[in-house]
């Protein structure tokens, strides 16, 4: 059964960056992506993007491109996700996925990490 | 690209069938059978409840169930229970490349 374990929280000031680790253990990931979604407190959850480690393909939310570096080192089985110009409101728990894939798409997700609270305060 | 749309509540009896809609575009919900719905309680993760607009994962109950019908999917909880007491997401791939996530539905059991 595939778990994954992700980074412990962060605080942040604002206009720094976050990077954010996702390690896959305890099953195959080959055909699989590495999701990031992310939940402000109190409010519905987000996709920031996704990246299929295999064949290093990598989309990007509208709404953080530009923002957003999502990367996966294959032979660790791990996620990144870096978020760069830190604003208050990217406080959030931010969490990795593992992606379902079709083809060259990432779709659902069907095991979560346990999620990373960032806080970005002055 | 905007979310999709879904009903802020919805509610139920205990053993009553409920069924929250997500309502998106030909740009999404219209043009592709890769609508997912999540269940969260609070302080939770995430779970995965249906996929491709019909599947249930391993494990999940079959008292879930997904449909959908033009740019509307449609989740239904049959016999509604108490531990059913969630907020529920729906996601769509979109012709974007990405996935949409629906703003959200709070189910209370009454």
């Known amino acids: 059964q595939v778990q994954l374990v992700q980074s412990g929280a962060e605080v942040k000031k604002p206009g720094s960056s976050v990077k954010v680790s996702c390690k896959a253990s305890?099953?195959?990931?080959?055909?699989?992506?590495f999701s990031w979604v992310r939940q402000a407190p109190g409010q519905g959850l987000e996709w920031m993007g996704g990246?299929?480690?295999?064949?290093?393909?990598?989309n990007t939310a509208q709404n953080f491109q530009g923002r957003v570096s999502i990367t996966a080192d294959e032979s660790t089985n791990t996620g990144y996700m870096e978020l760069h110009s830190l604003r208050s409101d990217d406080t959030a728990v931010y969490y990795c996925?593992?992606?379902?894939?079709?083809?060259?798409?990432?779709?659902?997700?069907?095991?979560w990490g346990q999620g990373t609270t960032v806080t970005v305060s002055s | 690209q905007s979310a999709l749309t879904q009903p802020a509540s919805v509610s139920g009896s205990p053993g009553q069938s409920i069924t929250i809609s997500c309502t998106g575009t030909?740009?999404?919900?219209?043009?592709?059978?890769?609508v997912s719905w999540y269940q969260q309680h609070p302080g939770r993760v995430p779970k995965l409840m249906i996929y491709?607009?019909?599947k249930r994962p391993s494990g999940v109950s079959y008292r879930f169930s997904g449909s959908k019908s033009g740019n509307t999917a449609s989740l239904t909880i049959s016999g509604l229970q108490a531990e059913d007491e969630a907020d529920y997401y729906c996601?769509?791939?979109?012709?974007?490349?990405?996935?949409?996530f629906g703003g959200g539905t709070k189910v209370t059991v009454l």
């Open positions: 996925a593992r992606g379902m894939v079709r083809g060259v798409v990432i779709l659902g997700m069907d095991v």
């Open positions: 305890g099953g195959t990931f080959s055909k699989y992506a």
């Open positions: 990246i299929i480690p295999t064949i290093d393909i990598s």
């Open positions: 030909s740009g999404d919900v219209g043009d592709y059978n890769y």
């Open positions: 491709d607009v019909t």
């Open positions: 996601t769509s791939y979109a012709s974007t490349g990405s996935l949409i």
